[in-house]
């Protein structure tokens, strides 16, 4: 059977514009109250039962038996034969773009992640400590697909801001261990490993097991019961971002070979068939050459299936008035991934707000980013680019605020704090200040 991939139509000149694309954005919630209760029940158990639970959940869902623990850790020796295992271009790719991963995030340490203070005119001194945290848990998928990038985006951060201890879960459905995504393990210098994934591996990380050691913070993407755990454990541990489906916006002025985007709009419509997949652009005989182009490639790739599915259900193509417009859309839609694929994409740069990550030009593909270009790819999806970031070496550090307040400044400061807090009714703050008044 011929497959057949018709993201929908759209032109903001329509009467309809905002409704129908609303429909193409909206998620279903239908199923949400059904993960919601599932997942309270699989993270009570791993809760109550430690490793008894996940060892029961791994072979009923990774079809994965295991008789204890250990059978499902892997050591650092095995990581280091799987690097040695592969072959030596993946080799040599894993390590360049470890390489550049590692650079981008010395870089943003650097600009952002130092310990500072000063001294006021009083002596009183006031500044930050910036400090990593104990110890960080790393999602990586291994369902539908093997993520050994993401290896690299979630463990080299954590490394470069100091984090002592990198503890990595992942699904090995059928005892199947990816080579690549062991060897990237071993590259980014994961501590542990455990052949675990799903609502009961967020839930071991969350709170400990007599095997897995509970983290502090827990990163990296997965699908519903991931993203649902996550949500239930937090609080009691960080974490980065509840992802959703991958998203990509394509901002395009017509000047790009229509292959090019077309591909470009694959490249995120194969993760998943929730995927979302846009085109903006002014020009109405380029969008048919595009869909032209999705036509005439989509037999040749192998995830054709999935990404027919994707674009007919969620994807758009849509004609704008302008440029200027289809900027205003992006801003209002704030997606994962937004490409520029403009002669002059600095003019554009300028007016978007809202994107996970921006790629600029033609020659700038998204997949770049997903793997070597150095940007972090865990990325704030479904309209959260409105308040949220990539992930970065500042979400495995902390801040404390530093004060040493001098006598000096104590009889200033004192005065001020003592008025302020009988303002409010609190007479030992109050009486606290004033004991160190001269």
């Known amino acids: 059977m011929t497959l057949i991939a018709s993201p929908a139509r759209l032109s903001t000149s329509s009467g309809t514009f905002e409704a129908d694309f609303k429909t193409r954005l909206h998620l279903s919630e239908a199923a949400n109250a059904l993960i919601e209760r599932q997942v309270q029940d699989i993270v009570a158990q791993v809760r109550q039962r430690g490793d008894?639970?996940?060892?029961?959940?791994?072979?009923?869902?990774?079809?994965?038996?295991?008789?204890?623990?250990p059978e499902l850790e892997l050591t650092q020796a095995e990581l280091k034969s799987a690097y040695e295992a592969i072959p030596a271009r993946q080799r040599e790719a894993l390590s360049a773009a470890a390489a550049r991963v590692r650079s981008y995030h010395e870089a943003q340490k650097k600009a952002s992640g130092e310990s500072w203070?000063?001294?006021?005119?009083?002596?009183?001194?006031?500044?930050?400590?910036?400090?990593?945290?104990?110890?960080?848990g790393i999602y990586v998928p291994g369902g539908k697909a093997a993520y050994p990038s993401s290896v690299l985006m979630n463990a080299i951060p954590a490394h470069v801001a100091g984090v002592p201890e990198i503890i990595m879960v992942?699904?090995?459905?059928?005892?199947?261990?990816?080579?690549?995504?062991?060897a990237a393990a071993y590259v980014a210098g994961v501590s542990r490993v455990f052949m675990i994934g799903g609502a009961q591996a967020v839930a071991a990380l969350a709170y400990g097991t007599q095997t897995i050691p509970a983290?502090?913070?827990i990163t990296g993407p997965g699908r519903d019961y991931v993203a649902e755990a996550k949500r239930q454990v937090f609080g009691k541990v960080g974490i980065d971002m509840i992802a959703g489906p991958s998203e990509i916006l394509v901002l395009a002025d017509g000047s790009t070979p229509p292959d090019w985007v077309a591909m470009d709009l694959f490249s995120q419509a194969e993760h998943d068939e929730l995927a979302q997949s846009i085109l903006l652009c002014p020009h109405a005989p380029y969008i048919d050459a595009v869909?032209?182009?999705?036509?005439r490639l989509l037999a040749d790739m192998p995830r054709a299936d999935i990404i027919a599915k994707s674009l007919n259900g969620r994807g758009a193509l849509i004609l704008t008035r302008s440029m200027e417009e289809a900027c205003e859309i992006s801003n209002k839609i704030a997606p994962e991934h937004l490409e520029v694929s403009s002669l002059d994409p600095h003019r554009w740069e300028p007016l978007l707000k809202h994107a996970g990550a921006i790629f600029l030009g033609a020659f700038t593909s998204e997949s770049l980013g997903d793997y070597c270009a150095g940007p972090n790819h865990v990325l704030p999806t479904a309209g959260t680019a409105r308040f949220s970031s990539p992930l970065g070496v500042y979400d495995f550090q902390k801040r404390s605020s530093l004060i040493e307040v001098s006598e000096q400044g104590a009889q200033t400061l004192g005065k001020i704090a003592a008025e302020l807090a009988y303002g409010e009714g609190l007479q030992a703050h109050a009486r606290a200040a004033e004991m160190r008044l001269k």
């Open 52 to 69: 008894a639970a996940v060892l029961e959940y791994t072979a009923r869902w990774d079809l994965l038996p295991a008789a204890s623990m």
């Open 170 to 182: 992942s699904p090995a459905p059928g005892g199947h261990k990816n080579l690549l995504v062991l």
């Open 117 to 136: 203070s000063y001294r006021d005119a009083e002596g009183t001194l006031l500044g930050q400590k910036v400090t990593p945290i104990d110890r960080a």
């Open 215 to 217: 983290v502090d913070k």
């Open 291 to 295: 869909q032209a182009s999705i036509t």
